[in-house]
Protein backbone atom coordinates (compact mmCIF):
# COMPACT_ATOMS: atom_id res chain seq x y z
CA UNK A 1 0.00 0.00 0.00
CA UNK A 2 0.86 3.63 -0.85
CA UNK A 3 3.06 5.58 2.48
CA UNK A 4 0.37 8.22 1.68
CA UNK A 5 -2.63 5.92 1.04
CA UNK A 6 -1.70 4.57 4.67
CA UNK A 7 -1.61 8.12 5.97
CA UNK A 8 -4.95 9.03 4.53
CA UNK A 9 -6.50 6.06 5.99
CA UNK A 10 -5.01 7.29 9.72
CA UNK A 11 -6.49 10.33 9.44
CA UNK A 12 -10.21 9.16 8.03
CA UNK A 13 -10.28 7.16 10.90
CA UNK A 14 -9.16 9.57 13.46
CA UNK A 15 -11.82 11.77 11.68
CA UNK A 16 -14.41 8.80 11.36
CA UNK A 17 -13.64 8.49 15.54
CA UNK A 18 -14.18 11.90 16.36
CA UNK A 19 -10.44 12.57 17.11
CA UNK A 20 -10.69 15.74 14.62
CA UNK A 21 -14.04 16.70 14.79
CA UNK A 22 -15.86 18.98 12.13
CA UNK A 23 -14.50 22.54 12.11
CA UNK A 24 -11.20 21.37 14.02
CA UNK A 25 -7.83 21.89 12.79
CA UNK A 26 -5.32 18.79 11.44
CA UNK A 27 -1.78 18.39 13.03
CA UNK A 28 0.20 20.84 10.65
CA UNK A 29 2.23 19.38 7.45
CA UNK A 30 5.36 19.54 10.08
CA UNK A 31 4.33 17.80 12.80
CA UNK A 32 2.47 15.10 9.88
CA UNK A 33 6.07 14.73 8.85
CA UNK A 34 7.53 14.24 12.18
CA UNK A 35 4.71 11.28 13.67
CA UNK A 36 4.81 9.70 10.44
CA UNK A 37 7.94 9.89 9.43
CA UNK A 38 7.17 10.69 5.58
CA UNK A 39 8.29 13.19 3.31
CA UNK A 40 6.30 16.29 2.84
CA UNK A 41 5.64 15.17 -0.71
CA UNK A 42 4.09 12.34 1.01
CA UNK A 43 2.18 14.23 3.77
CA UNK A 44 0.32 16.48 0.94
CA UNK A 45 -0.19 13.87 -1.04
CA UNK A 46 -2.60 12.36 1.26
CA UNK A 47 -3.95 15.93 1.96
CA UNK A 48 -4.78 16.48 -1.31
CA UNK A 49 -6.64 13.72 -1.53
CA UNK A 50 -8.66 14.18 1.36
CA UNK A 51 -9.22 17.55 0.26
CA UNK A 52 -10.41 16.34 -3.15
CA UNK A 53 -12.74 13.91 -1.54
CA UNK A 54 -14.28 17.23 0.43
CA UNK A 55 -13.39 15.47 3.87
CA UNK A 56 -10.78 18.71 4.67
CA UNK A 57 -10.29 21.89 3.11
CA UNK A 58 -7.19 24.44 3.82
CA UNK A 59 -7.35 27.81 4.78
CA UNK A 60 -4.17 29.75 3.80
CA UNK A 61 -1.60 30.09 6.44
CA UNK A 62 -3.81 28.31 8.92
CA UNK A 63 -3.77 24.58 7.50
CA UNK A 64 -5.80 22.04 6.98
CA UNK A 65 -9.49 21.76 8.92
CA UNK A 66 -12.10 19.38 9.08
CA UNK A 67 -15.32 19.96 6.89
CA UNK A 68 -18.48 20.05 8.38
CA UNK A 69 -21.51 17.70 6.86
CA UNK A 70 -24.57 18.75 7.67
CA UNK A 71 -26.74 16.00 9.17
CA UNK A 72 -29.58 16.36 8.00
CA UNK A 73 -28.87 16.02 4.46
CA UNK A 74 -30.04 12.60 3.58
CA UNK A 75 -26.67 10.84 1.99
CA UNK A 76 -27.04 9.87 -1.30
CA UNK A 77 -27.38 5.87 -2.48
CA UNK A 78 -24.65 4.12 -3.70
CA UNK A 79 -25.28 0.70 -4.31
CA UNK A 80 -22.47 -2.27 -4.30
CA UNK A 81 -23.31 -5.59 -6.08
CA UNK A 82 -20.99 -8.34 -5.19
CA UNK A 83 -20.93 -11.43 -7.23
CA UNK A 84 -20.33 -13.33 -3.90
CA UNK A 85 -19.80 -12.59 -0.35
CA UNK A 86 -16.13 -14.50 0.28
CA UNK A 87 -15.72 -16.77 3.33
CA UNK A 88 -12.61 -15.42 3.48
CA UNK A 89 -13.71 -13.06 3.82
CA UNK A 90 -11.24 -10.98 1.03
CA UNK A 91 -14.13 -8.49 0.31
CA UNK A 92 -14.02 -7.40 3.75
CA UNK A 93 -11.29 -4.88 2.83
CA UNK A 94 -12.48 -3.74 -0.38
CA UNK A 95 -16.01 -3.02 1.08
CA UNK A 96 -14.32 -1.13 4.36
CA UNK A 97 -12.24 1.57 1.29
CA UNK A 98 -15.36 2.22 -0.40
CA UNK A 99 -17.81 3.07 2.35
CA UNK A 100 -15.18 4.84 4.00
CA UNK A 101 -14.95 7.34 0.78
CA UNK A 102 -18.58 7.20 0.06
CA UNK A 103 -19.48 8.11 3.80
CA UNK A 104 -16.90 11.01 3.76
CA UNK A 105 -18.22 12.46 0.38
CA UNK A 106 -21.74 12.50 1.33
CA UNK A 107 -23.06 8.39 -0.10
CA UNK A 108 -24.56 5.84 1.51
CA UNK A 109 -23.27 2.04 0.24
CA UNK A 110 -25.92 -0.01 0.28
CA UNK A 111 -25.14 -3.62 -0.10
CA UNK A 112 -26.66 -6.51 -2.96
CA UNK A 113 -25.33 -9.90 -3.00
CA UNK A 114 -25.42 -12.04 -6.14
CA UNK A 115 -24.16 -14.82 -4.88
CA UNK A 116 -22.52 -16.00 -8.30
CA UNK A 117 -26.70 -16.15 -9.41
CA UNK A 118 -26.73 -14.69 -12.82
CA UNK A 119 -30.44 -14.68 -12.23
CA UNK A 120 -30.12 -12.69 -8.53
CA UNK A 121 -28.14 -10.39 -10.59
CA UNK A 122 -30.43 -9.89 -13.08
CA UNK A 123 -33.19 -9.29 -10.56
CA UNK A 124 -30.98 -6.70 -8.75
CA UNK A 125 -29.96 -4.43 -11.66
CA UNK A 126 -33.64 -4.46 -13.01
CA UNK A 127 -34.40 -3.55 -9.58
CA UNK A 128 -32.02 -0.61 -9.51
CA UNK A 129 -32.89 0.64 -12.62
CA UNK A 130 -36.31 1.47 -11.25
CA UNK A 131 -34.96 2.80 -8.14
CA UNK A 132 -33.06 6.35 -7.33
CA UNK A 133 -30.20 4.80 -7.76
CA UNK A 134 -26.76 7.54 -7.88
CA UNK A 135 -24.71 4.61 -9.43
CA UNK A 136 -23.23 0.71 -8.86
CA UNK A 137 -19.91 -0.33 -7.93
CA UNK A 138 -20.19 -4.11 -9.33
CA UNK A 139 -18.35 -7.42 -9.16
CA UNK A 140 -19.74 -9.14 -12.08
CA UNK A 141 -20.88 -12.79 -12.79
CA UNK A 142 -19.82 -12.36 -16.16
CA UNK A 143 -23.37 -13.55 -17.66
CA UNK A 144 -25.21 -12.00 -20.53
CA UNK A 145 -27.80 -10.90 -19.25
CA UNK A 146 -26.11 -8.55 -16.95
CA UNK A 147 -23.95 -7.14 -20.05
CA UNK A 148 -27.67 -6.70 -21.24
CA UNK A 149 -28.84 -4.25 -18.14
CA UNK A 150 -25.73 -2.44 -17.33
CA UNK A 151 -26.25 -1.82 -21.05
CA UNK A 152 -29.26 0.00 -19.72
CA UNK A 153 -27.65 1.59 -17.15
CA UNK A 154 -25.80 3.38 -19.20
CA UNK A 155 -28.56 4.58 -21.59
CA UNK A 156 -30.16 5.97 -18.57
CA UNK A 157 -26.85 7.38 -17.79
CA UNK A 158 -26.33 6.00 -14.36
CA UNK A 159 -22.33 5.54 -14.07
CA UNK A 160 -21.49 1.89 -12.88
CA UNK A 161 -17.60 0.90 -11.50
CA UNK A 162 -16.43 -2.38 -12.71
CA UNK A 163 -14.56 -3.48 -9.33
CA UNK A 164 -11.77 -6.59 -9.19
CA UNK A 165 -12.66 -7.94 -12.77
CA UNK A 166 -14.73 -6.68 -15.49
CA UNK A 167 -16.46 -7.49 -18.32
CA UNK A 168 -14.14 -7.22 -21.52
CA UNK A 169 -16.95 -6.54 -24.07
CA UNK A 170 -18.02 -3.50 -21.92
CA UNK A 171 -14.52 -2.19 -21.37
CA UNK A 172 -14.72 0.62 -24.14
CA UNK A 173 -17.54 2.08 -22.31
CA UNK A 174 -17.49 1.05 -18.42
CA UNK A 175 -15.07 2.46 -15.48
CA UNK A 176 -12.93 -0.29 -13.89
CA UNK A 177 -10.61 -0.55 -11.04
CA UNK A 178 -8.56 -4.01 -10.66
CA UNK A 179 -5.35 -5.75 -9.14
CA UNK A 180 -2.55 -5.90 -11.70
CA UNK A 181 -3.16 -9.58 -12.34
CA UNK A 182 -0.59 -10.04 -15.21
CA UNK A 183 2.16 -7.79 -13.00
CA UNK A 184 1.76 -9.26 -10.07
CA UNK A 185 1.77 -13.22 -12.16
CA UNK A 186 5.02 -11.52 -13.38
CA UNK A 187 6.40 -10.83 -10.49
CA UNK A 188 5.39 -14.28 -8.47
CA UNK A 189 6.86 -16.14 -11.30
CA UNK A 190 10.13 -14.18 -11.37
CA UNK A 191 10.29 -14.56 -8.23
CA UNK A 192 10.33 -18.20 -8.22
CA UNK A 193 12.39 -18.48 -10.99
CA UNK A 194 15.43 -16.54 -8.57
CA UNK A 195 14.89 -19.40 -6.30
CA UNK A 196 16.27 -21.62 -9.20
CA UNK A 197 13.17 -22.97 -10.20
CA UNK A 198 12.09 -23.84 -14.08
CA UNK A 199 9.95 -26.54 -13.88
CA UNK A 200 6.57 -24.39 -12.60
CA UNK A 201 3.43 -26.09 -12.94
CA UNK A 202 0.10 -23.82 -13.66
CA UNK A 203 -2.80 -24.01 -11.65
CA UNK A 204 -5.97 -22.50 -12.88
CA UNK A 205 -10.08 -22.93 -13.61
CA UNK A 206 -11.24 -24.42 -17.17
CA UNK A 207 -12.71 -20.11 -17.68
CA UNK A 208 -12.31 -17.52 -20.20
CA UNK A 209 -12.43 -15.06 -17.48
CA UNK A 210 -9.81 -12.26 -18.25
CA UNK A 211 -8.43 -12.11 -14.84
CA UNK A 212 -7.14 -15.57 -14.88
CA UNK A 213 -5.82 -15.62 -18.55
CA UNK A 214 -3.59 -12.66 -17.26
CA UNK A 215 -2.11 -14.24 -14.92
CA UNK A 216 -1.62 -16.96 -17.14
CA UNK A 217 0.11 -14.70 -19.89
CA UNK A 218 1.96 -13.18 -16.90
CA UNK A 219 3.20 -16.34 -16.19
CA UNK A 220 4.48 -16.99 -19.78
CA UNK A 221 5.70 -13.88 -20.23
CA UNK A 222 8.56 -14.87 -17.88
CA UNK A 223 8.74 -18.39 -19.41
CA UNK A 224 9.32 -16.23 -22.29
CA UNK A 225 12.05 -13.45 -20.99
CA UNK A 226 14.18 -16.60 -20.22
CA UNK A 227 13.69 -18.91 -23.38
CA UNK A 228 11.26 -21.86 -22.02
CA UNK A 229 8.49 -22.45 -24.32
CA UNK A 230 5.32 -23.58 -22.50
CA UNK A 231 5.00 -27.17 -21.36
CA UNK A 232 0.86 -28.09 -22.14
CA UNK A 233 1.34 -30.55 -19.63
CA UNK A 234 2.26 -28.77 -16.45
CA UNK A 235 -0.35 -25.59 -17.20
CA UNK A 236 -3.11 -27.83 -15.51
CA UNK A 237 -7.11 -26.72 -15.93
CA UNK A 238 -10.76 -27.55 -14.42
CA UNK A 239 -13.88 -27.10 -13.92
CA UNK A 240 -15.32 -24.69 -10.73
CA UNK A 241 -17.06 -26.87 -7.65
CA UNK A 242 -17.99 -25.72 -4.70
CA UNK A 243 -15.04 -25.44 -3.25
CA UNK A 244 -11.25 -24.45 -4.85
CA UNK A 245 -8.95 -26.40 -2.53
CA UNK A 246 -10.51 -29.68 -3.76
CA UNK A 247 -9.93 -28.55 -7.58
CA UNK A 248 -6.28 -27.62 -6.36
CA UNK A 249 -5.78 -30.62 -4.50
CA UNK A 250 -7.34 -32.85 -7.67
CA UNK A 251 -4.93 -30.69 -10.38
CA UNK A 252 -1.90 -31.45 -8.05
CA UNK A 253 -2.77 -35.21 -8.00
CA UNK A 254 -3.62 -35.56 -11.27
CA UNK A 255 0.40 -33.82 -12.55
CA UNK A 256 1.88 -36.50 -9.82
CA UNK A 257 -0.41 -39.30 -10.67
CA UNK A 258 0.76 -38.44 -14.68
CA UNK A 259 4.28 -38.58 -13.53
CA UNK A 260 5.25 -34.77 -14.56
CA UNK A 261 8.20 -33.36 -13.05
CA UNK A 262 8.32 -29.64 -11.69
CA UNK A 263 9.58 -28.09 -8.54
CA UNK A 264 6.90 -24.99 -7.93
CA UNK A 265 3.54 -25.03 -8.15
CA UNK A 266 1.74 -21.60 -9.24
CA UNK A 267 -1.81 -21.20 -8.27
CA UNK A 268 -4.15 -18.02 -9.75
CA UNK A 269 -5.42 -18.07 -5.95
CA UNK A 270 -5.01 -19.05 -2.83
CA UNK A 271 -7.36 -21.47 -2.05
CA UNK A 272 -6.04 -23.65 -5.10
CA UNK A 273 -2.53 -23.23 -3.42
CA UNK A 274 -3.53 -24.66 -0.50
CA UNK A 275 -5.49 -27.32 -1.89
CA UNK A 276 -2.28 -27.94 -4.15
CA UNK A 277 -0.07 -28.16 -0.72
CA UNK A 278 -2.99 -30.48 0.83
CA UNK A 279 -2.23 -33.21 -1.56
CA UNK A 280 1.43 -32.97 -1.74
CA UNK A 281 1.45 -33.63 1.89
CA UNK A 282 -0.90 -36.53 0.92
CA UNK A 283 1.80 -37.68 -1.30
CA UNK A 284 5.22 -37.65 0.76
CA UNK A 285 6.27 -34.48 -0.36
CA UNK A 286 7.15 -31.44 1.94
CA UNK A 287 6.25 -27.86 1.14
CA UNK A 288 8.83 -25.91 0.13
CA UNK A 289 11.90 -28.60 0.85
CA UNK A 290 10.66 -30.99 -2.09
CA UNK A 291 7.95 -28.62 -4.08
CA UNK A 292 7.55 -24.63 -3.84
CA UNK A 293 3.92 -22.96 -3.71
CA UNK A 294 2.63 -19.46 -4.74
CA UNK A 295 -0.52 -18.13 -4.09
CA UNK A 296 -2.19 -15.10 -5.45
CA UNK A 297 -4.70 -13.01 -3.58
CA UNK A 298 -3.27 -12.86 0.26
CA UNK A 299 -6.84 -14.78 1.56
CA UNK A 300 -6.55 -14.19 5.42
CA UNK A 301 -6.56 -17.91 5.45
CA UNK A 302 -2.90 -17.82 4.12
CA UNK A 303 -1.05 -16.37 6.76
CA UNK A 304 -2.19 -18.96 8.74
CA UNK A 305 -2.32 -22.18 6.98
CA UNK A 306 0.14 -25.27 7.90
CA UNK A 307 2.71 -24.35 6.25
CA UNK A 308 2.44 -19.96 5.41
CA UNK A 309 1.73 -19.05 2.45
CA UNK A 310 4.01 -17.11 0.10
CA UNK A 311 1.44 -15.08 -2.35
CA UNK A 312 0.83 -12.26 -4.14
CA UNK A 313 -1.09 -9.74 -2.47
CA UNK A 314 -3.62 -7.40 -3.51
CA UNK A 315 -3.94 -3.90 -1.90
CA UNK A 316 -7.86 -4.54 -1.03
CA UNK A 317 -8.80 -1.48 0.69
CA UNK A 318 -7.05 0.63 -1.95
CA UNK A 319 -8.99 -1.15 -4.74
CA UNK A 320 -11.83 -0.20 -2.51
CA UNK A 321 -11.16 3.01 -2.26
CA UNK A 322 -10.09 4.16 -5.37
CA UNK A 323 -13.14 2.45 -7.76
CA UNK A 324 -15.68 4.15 -4.83
CA UNK A 325 -13.81 7.59 -5.40
CA UNK A 326 -14.21 7.00 -9.04
CA UNK A 327 -17.57 6.19 -9.51
CA UNK A 328 -18.66 9.24 -7.34
CA UNK A 329 -16.54 11.62 -9.77
CA UNK A 330 -18.77 10.03 -12.44
CA UNK A 331 -21.64 11.33 -10.17
CA UNK A 332 -20.39 14.38 -9.87
CA UNK A 333 -19.47 15.24 -13.25
CA UNK A 334 -15.71 15.54 -12.40
CA UNK A 335 -14.52 13.05 -14.72
CA UNK A 336 -15.84 12.55 -18.29
CA UNK A 337 -13.67 9.80 -19.83
CA UNK A 338 -13.50 6.15 -19.36
CA UNK A 339 -10.33 5.78 -16.97
CA UNK A 340 -9.15 1.66 -16.32
CA UNK A 341 -6.93 1.82 -13.12
CA UNK A 342 -4.85 -1.38 -12.15
CA UNK A 343 -3.97 -1.29 -8.35
CA UNK A 344 0.01 -2.66 -8.06
CA UNK A 345 0.61 -5.60 -6.75
CA UNK A 346 3.37 -6.44 -4.37
CA UNK A 347 4.69 -10.08 -2.83
CA UNK A 348 4.11 -11.67 0.28
CA UNK A 349 6.94 -13.48 1.06
CA UNK A 350 6.17 -16.81 4.01
CA UNK A 351 7.07 -19.68 4.09
CA UNK A 352 5.73 -21.88 1.13
CA UNK A 353 8.64 -21.01 -1.19
CA UNK A 354 12.09 -22.16 -1.05
CA UNK A 355 15.35 -22.73 -3.65
CA UNK A 356 15.29 -25.59 -6.17
CA UNK A 357 17.75 -28.50 -4.23
CA UNK A 358 18.43 -29.59 -7.95
CA UNK A 359 19.72 -26.19 -9.22
Known sequence: MPRYFQLKTILLKNIDRGAYPAGAPLPSIRELMADSRLSFSTVTAALKELTNEKVIYPEHGKGYFVR?????????????????????????????GMERVAVARGYDLMLKNSDRNPAREKAALLALARENTSGVLFFPV???????????FLKKGIPVVFVDRYVRELAPFIDYVVPGNMQGACRATQYLFGLGHRRIAFLSARTGKYFIEDRL????????????????????????????????FKLTEDLLKDGRKFTAIFAVNDSLAIGAIRALKKNGLKVPEDVSVMGFGDDPQSEFFEVPLTTVRQEQAEIGEKAAGLLIDKIEGRCKSVKHIEVKTSLAVRGSCGKNKEA
Not at 142 to 152: P, W
Open 142 to 152: FSQDSVTHIKR
Open 217 to 248: AGYMRVLARHGIALDESLARRADFCESWQTVG
Open 68 to 96: EHDGKTALKPLVLILSSMSRTGVHNEIIA
